[in-house]
């Protein structure tokens, strides 16, 4: 069975930093792309960040590009999203979700139950 | 980036009854489009990929079809568990992979 727990949200200052962890299991971890997708409150689903099988290519949503540093350690099966310079507008439940193939730009068949992150002072 | 419309916003529909729900691309994404159900306080639950084929798992009462820009997600006899919200998301032209704005499907 796949499992995706995902930890590290919380509250945090405009401004602040945080790191999101997701620790899998259930399925050979890297073999695969996974992608962070966030959920404001009450909003739609939001792509924020992908990264392939072996960690060498990321992408990154223009709203977060030049904040966010996607990683992940295969021998830890543990995806990863630093966030920096957190604004108020960064406030979701922040998802992380296995892509379907070893590189991004697919669907996702998997999701963790979310954590959530709030921006407020 | 691609732009992604669900229509209608929310349906309401009865149970045992089919519903049906619209998502448009603002351009061509040919068959590359995923279906989601999203419950309150839960994940998304992936349904449908490549436009119309069912995810493990997924009863047969939920079909996808459509291709280009015109999709559309058919629930043939709703059950009490359906009702939820849906999201459509394209993969074809990316970054950024887009999600529709989700119908919200409820109890008539």
């Known amino acids: 069975e796949v499992v995706l727990l995902e930890s590290g949200g919380g509250l945090v200052q405009p401004g602040g930093s945080l790191r999101l962890s997701c620790v899998a299991s259930?399925?050979?971890?890297?073999?695969?792309?996974m992608t962070w997708v966030r959920q404001a409150p009450g909003k739609g689903l939001e792509w924020v960040s992908p990264?392939?099988?072996?960690?060498?290519?990321?992408f990154y949503a223009d709203s977060v590009k030049g904040r966010f540093t996607i990683s992940r350690d295969n021998s830890k099966n543990t995806l990863y999203l630093q966030m920096n310079s957190l604004r108020a507008e960064d406030t979701a439940v922040y998802y992380c979700?296995?892509?379907?193939?070893?590189?991004?730009?697919?669907?996702?068949?998997?999701w963790g139950q979310g954590v959530l992150v709030t921006v407020s002072s | 980036e691609v732009l992604m419309t669900q229509s209608p916003g929310t349906l309401s529909v009865s149970p045992g009854e089919r519903a049906t729900l619209s998502c448009r691309a603002s351009?061509?994404?040919?068959?590359?489009l995923a279906w989601y159900q999203q419950k309150p306080g839960q994940a998304p639950r992936l349904l449908i990929y490549?436009?119309?084929a069912r995810a493990t798992g997924v009863p047969a009462r939920f079909s996808g079809s459509g291709s280009g820009t015109e999709f559309t997600l058919t629930i043939s006899s709703l059950q009490p568990e359906d009702f939820a919200v849906y999201y459509c998301?394209?993969?074809?032209?990316?970054?950024?992979?887009?999600f529709g704005q989700g119908t919200r499907l409820e109890i008539k």
């Open positions: 979700a296995k892509d379907v193939r070893y590189v991004p730009g697919y669907y996702f068949d998997h």
């Open positions: 259930g399925f050979t971890f890297g073999n695969y792309a």
């Open positions: 990264i392939n099988g072996d960690g060498r290519d990321t």
């Open positions: 351009q061509s994404v040919s068959s590359n």
């Open positions: 490549g436009a119309s």
């Open positions: 998301q394209q993969y074809d032209k990316w970054p950024p992979i887009t």
